[in-house]
């Protein structure tokens, strides 16, 4: 038996595992922050914890099997911690609470921060900067066009999204509006064809959207022009 391989074997079960159980007192801490913030919005125990371990799970393979970077992971970490609560929430609620939007920008800094420093693509945070300003611009255009069409929650969290997309690359910004559109589009049919009365107000744009941005900045920072791994 070569010792060497199972140790190392080892230590990456014991990592992925790791992430995962981390994952699930991520999405925990989420959901007791929506319970405690000034608007509560309290969610179900058990989808939150469940689906931010699952996400976790996944990244912590993608990067073990060097798919994903490790300089790169603590940004989907993050998106995704933030991204289960949230979309959890504007299913039920029709809203992006504050308290997990306005977060968003410390803590995707931050794990943009750390991956400019520990990563090998230059300007990284630079073009962050840029199309978070552009993204999160466009999207307070159409809220301000169409109010019923993108709520102000959908703004506030488009500005650090668009952080993640600029360090993903300059054209990931475009792609995952894209995909936000379809996402979006997909569950207006099916709340139609359902008779669905709680979105009669409008279709929630949040699930979408950062289902969009967590692909893109997944897949973009390998396969897209983003970071190199």
Known sequence: MNWTTAVT??????????LAAAGGGAGRLARWALVRSSSPAPLRAGPCEAGTALC???LAWLWQTG???????????????????????????????????LSAYPILAFGLTVAAATGTRPG??????????????AHAVVHALAPT???????????????????????????????AAVVTS??????????????????????????AVTLVAVAGVRYGGGPDG
């Open 124 to 137: 990284l945070l630079w073009r962050a900067l840029v199309v978070a300003v552009l993204f999160g611009g």
């Open 9 to 18: 074997d080892l230590t990456a079960v014991v990592a992925v595992l790791g």
């Open 67 to 101: 798919i994903l970077p490790g300089w790169w992971l603590p940004v989907p970490l993050a998106l995704t911690a933030l991204g289960i609560p949230l979309v959890y929430a504007d299913l039920r609620y029709r809203r992006l609470p504050d308290v997990l939007t």
């Open 149 to 179: 069409a993108l709520g102000a929650g959908d703004v506030k969290l488009a500005g650090s999204l668009g952080g993640v997309l600029g360090a993903s690359g300059w054209a990931a910004a475009l792609v995952a509006a894209f995909l």
């Open 56 to 58: 976790w799970l996944l």
């Open 186 to 211: 997909m569950f207006a049919g099916v709340a139609a064809l359902a008779g669905h009365r709680r979105w009669r107000s409008g279709i929630p744009h949040g699930p979408g959207l950062l289902l």
